[in-house]
Each structure stands twice: as structure tokens, then as C-alpha cells.
């Protein structure tokens, strides 16, 4: 326990931060896509998925882009100010979020968030830097990471909790955000880098970018940020397409049953309609695996070169989201879940270290900033697909209403689209299980695993050509 007291009071206080932080984030993050797309007597929006990959794409592209500034922002004005600043936008935008409905305002509203979440964001991590020795880095950053675990498992179960009134889950997760005002008190500001009075924050802007564009003059580094770029593509369908999918075609039948036989506690607070469970307890899963088995499969690959680490993981991962599509199995998905999990644990810590290894000496700080370009990307990427492709191949309302067309049936315009599908499989005279079987097996809107596989092996075999490329870590 000695290596536990030699961490600071501040360090204890930003790991703190950093979890509520993360529990009021996927407390809304992980149900944002269903919200979006849901039917509106369940609380959705109604969106189509195209409108949620643009919502969800672009927008969380941008709170990755904007934190190589609001970095310099934090560093000019005092990490205190920026971190108050941050809540204020996040407890706001949670709690006026509701009230927003057209795409237009929701959009509006989620880059509003993004841009507190920007402002937060680069201010934990260098305060975990700040507060850590060489000694202590490793562990401390241990902590860290799991802290963000720990936060992104219990989030969701919360605000699931009071999904059956949608609004609440934004009032839940700008309550949670509220309680770090509590904790900034006792927030003492770390020593920073001195700046310049003379330079404008506009210069500092400009510099930035001018630093930026010197990724240029290293192409093989700008090859790797590109395939990374494909890595996250596949991985945010975690939080983007995966929920829609299981909400749409998964069978949870089975596992709400055995949970209702010994655990009825999980069953009474997870389950949305009789005898299913939500679909985001379900992904919720690929937390608890990492909670679980992350001190495990570090150590398994901590001596493993980085590429390599990052190839075998990339693998791994690719082929657990593409099978997370595959089957309306409940308990196929789960397995597929745990193979994805194995494969993050393995590859994507790996990133961030082998751009430590191979960033000048010089340029540490600068290279480190560049990691959020692959994950702005890929979060762009990821919307693209799980909006427009996921609409065109997979999406149930879609499917529907091509199943109306295709056998002449006359529902009445103005109903929400759940109760659009019940008057479908009345028609038909089948339960809605047997006409969403039905319709998987008609349209085959598994195919989505295909596209997913195909991402994410492409962004694989290229970094397996990359590291026999002659790269040396």
C-alpha cells in the first residue's frame, strides 16, 4: 500500500472527477443512439439512422478534434477555470437537451455538449501526468484507466434505470456532473507551463495548426494515423450501431429469463417490455470485461512489441464486433462482446505507446497530440456507417416499411414506428418476434457484419504491412 501514498491529494481528486465524469457521459452516451433513433411512444426521436450517424459522427468527431486547443485554452487560463467552465456547459447541456426534438436543435445541442466535454477532456490526464513520478506513472495511469471503466459500467445501469421517462436520463447524468463541482474545492491547480503574455490565444491557435502541418514531413507516420483512422471506424460501432441492432433484431428472451429466475432484481430494472432486456444492458457488457480481465490481458501483451500488440488486437477486435452483428442469438452476442473486449484490451492501449516510442525527442508533446486525428476520423467514419449503411442493409423501420410495400399492406400514416410494426404483424397474424423473424430472414440485415469485418481486416493487414514495412517497434 506504500506506492498508493506516495500519489498526491490532487491526484486523488482529478481520478474522482474523472469518474463521475465518465458515468455522466456513458449514462447518456451509451443510450444516446436508441434515444435518437427510438420509436416516439418509447421515448425516441425518430430520427433516421442517417440522421443519428451525422448527429453522432461528426459531432463526436469534433469534441476528439477540439481538445489539441482547448488543451492550449487550459494551459493559458488555469485548469480550475476551464474544468469550472466545463461542467457549467455540461450541466446545461444536459439539462436543456430534452427539451430539443428537431434534428436541427439536437445537433446544435450535442456539439454544444461536445464542446464541454472538449474543454474537460485534455485537463485529467495531464493532471494524472503532473502528479505522477517515474515511479508512479505506470500505476497511476492504471488508475486512471480505470477509473473510466468504472464510470462508463456503472453510468449506463443508472440511467437505464429511467429510460421509461427518456428526459431523465439527461437531468441523471447533469446531477452527476453537478457533484464535481463539490470536488473541484478540493482541486489544487498544477504547476503548468508558463505563457507568454505577449502571445494572443489566437497566435497560440495559429502555431498549433503550423505544428500540425508538420505531419507532412513524415509520411509513414501520417500511414499509421490513417490505418488507426480505419481501427476506430470499426470500434465506435460499439456505441453507434451495436445498441440500434440489438434493440432492433436481438432475442434477449433467454437471458431475461434466466435472470429473472436468480437474479429477478436485473430482470425488474433492465427490461423495457416483458421477457427482454434493454440493449444497452447488453452491450454495457464490453465495460465489465474490460474491468474485469484489463490487469490480465495487459500483462499477457506487456512484452509483446507495440505493432504487434496492435495487429493481434486489432484482429481480435475486428472479428468480435463483426460476430456482435451476426446473430439474433442474445448469448452469441454476449461471447462476440467478450472476444471485441479482448481485442481493445490488447490493442488499443498499445497506441498512445507506440507514438511515445516513436515521436522525436524533441517532439513528444506535439506527436501525442496527433493521436486525435485517427479518432476524429474515424468517429466521421463510423457515422457514415452506421447511418447510411446501416439504413440501406439493416434498419428495422426501413425493412418494415419495404415489407408494407412489398405485400400491399394499409397501415395508417401518423403512428410511431413501433406501432407502425405491431399493425404489420397484426395484418399478417404474427406476434412481432415471428415478423422480425420473418424479416430476417426475408432481408438479411446481418449483412452489416460483412461491411464491420471488412473495415476493420483492411485497417489490420495494412498494419500488419506496415510494421514488416522496417518499422522497429
Same mark, same amino acid.
Not at 466545463?86 to 427539451?99: C, E, G, K, L
Not at 480505470?146 to 436520463?169: D, E, Q, Y
Not at 479518432?375 to 463510423?382: C, I, M, P, Q, S
Not at 471488412?454 to 493487414?461: H, N, R, W, Y
Given at each position: ?334 461471447? $462476440?462482446? +467478450? !472476444? ?5 484490451? @490488447?490493442? /488499443?492501449? =498499445? ?5 511515445? &516510442? %516513436? *515521436? ?21 467514419? $463510423?457515422? +457514415? !456507417? ?5 439504413? @440501406?442493409? /439493416?434498419? =428495422? ?5 419495404? &415489407? %408494407? *410495400? ?68
Amino acid at each position: 500500500m506504500s506506492i498508493f501514498s506516495k500519489f498526491p491529494r490532487t491526484f486523488w481528486v482529478a481520478n474522482s472527477i474523472e469518474l463521475l465524469e465518465r458515468w455522466a457521459w456513458y449514462g447518456f452516451f451509451m443510450l444516446f443512439a436508441n434515444y435518437l433513433t427510438g420509436s416516439s411512444d418509447m421515448g425516441g426521436l425518430e430520427f433516421s439512422q442517417s440522421q443519428k450517424g451525422l448527429i453522432m459522427g461528426i459531432g463526436t468527431g469534433i469534441l476528439y478534434f477540439l481538445p489539441v486547443l482547448t488543451g492550449a485554452i487550459a494551459d493559458r487560463y488555469g485548469y480550475r477555470k476551464v474544468l469550472a467552465l466545463a461542467f457549467v456547459i455540461y450541466a446545461t447541456a444536459f439539462a436543456f437537451f430534452p427539451q430539443a426534438s428537431s434534428f436541427t436543435a439536437v445537433f446544435a445541442m450535442y456539439i454544444y455538449l461536445a464542446l464541454g466535454a472538449a474543454l474537460f477532456k485534455p485537463i485529467i490526464s495531464a493532471t494524472v501526468a503532473k502528479t505522477t513520478r517515474p515511479e508512479t506513472s505506470s500505476i497511476g495511469f492504471g488508475i486512471f484507466y480505470m477509473m473510466v471503466n468504472i464510470g462508463a459500467f456503472f453510468g449506463p445501469l443508472i440511467t437505464l434505470l429511467f429510460k421509461s421517462r427518456s428526459h431523465l436520463i439527461f437531468y441523471v447524468s447533469s446531477g452527476v456532473i453537478l457533484l464535481n463541482f463539490v470536488l473541484l474545492l478540493f482541486y489544487k491547480e498544477p504547476e503548468r507551463a508558463e505563457v507568454k503574455k505577449e502571445s494572443s490565444l489566437l497566435r497560440t491557435f495559429r502555431e498549433i495548426f503550423r505544428s500540425m502541418a508538420s505531419i507532412f514531413k513524415d509520411p509513414g507516420f501520417l500511414v499509421f494515423l490513417l490505418i488507426v483512422a480505419g481501427f476506430w471506424a470499426m470500434y465506435f460501432q460499439l456505441f453507434f450501431t451495436l445498441p440500434v441492432f440489438i434493440s432492433q433484431w436481438v432475442d434477449t428472451g433467454v437471458l431475461y429469463h434466466f435472470f429473472d429466475v436468480h437474479i429477478p432484481l436485473i430482470s425488474a430494472s433492465y427490461s423495457p417490455a416483458p421477457g427482454t432486456l434493454d440493449a444497452e444492458f447488453i452491450t454495457n457488457m464490453d465495460a465489465l470485461f474490460i474491468i474485469i480481465f484489463q490487469i490480465v490481458v495487459s500483462a499477457l501483451v506487456m512484452r509483446w512489441k507495440p505493432l504487434r500488440s496492435m495487429v493481434a488486437g486489432f484482429l481480435v477486435c475486428t472479428v468480435g464486433m463483426a460476430l456482435t452483428l451476426f446473430s439474433q442469438n442474445v448469448l452469441f452476442t454476449i461471447a $462476440a462482446i +467478450f !472476444i471485441f473486449s479482448l481485442g481493445e484490451m @490488447a490493442g /488499443s492501449p =498499445k497506441i498512445t505507446e507506440y507514438i511515445g &516510442l %516513436i *515521436a522525436p525527442k524533441d517532439k513528444k508533446a506535439l506527436y501525442m497530440g496527433y493521436s486525435f486525428i485517427p479518432v476524429f476520423v474515424g468517429n466521421v467514419l $463510423a457515422g +457514415f !456507417i452506421s447511418g447510411n449503411v446501416y439504413q @440501406a442493409m /439493416s434498419d =428495422k423501420v426501413a425493412i418494415t416499411e419495404k &415489407l %408494407i *410495400a412489398d405485400k400491399g399492406l394499409t397501415v395508417a400514416d401518423g403512428l410511431s414506428t413501433h406501432l407502425r410494426f405491431e399493425e404489420a404483424a397484426r395484418q399478417l397474424s404474427l406476434s412481432p418476434q415471428e415478423l422480425t423473424n420473418l424479416l430476417w430472414d426475408t432481408y438479411h440485415p446481418s449483412g452489416m457484419w460483412v461491411v464491420v469485418l471488412s473495415i476493420g481486416l483492411v485497417a489490420t493487414l495494412c498494419l500488419f504491412i506496415y510494421d514488416r514495412a522496417g518499422k522497429k517497434f
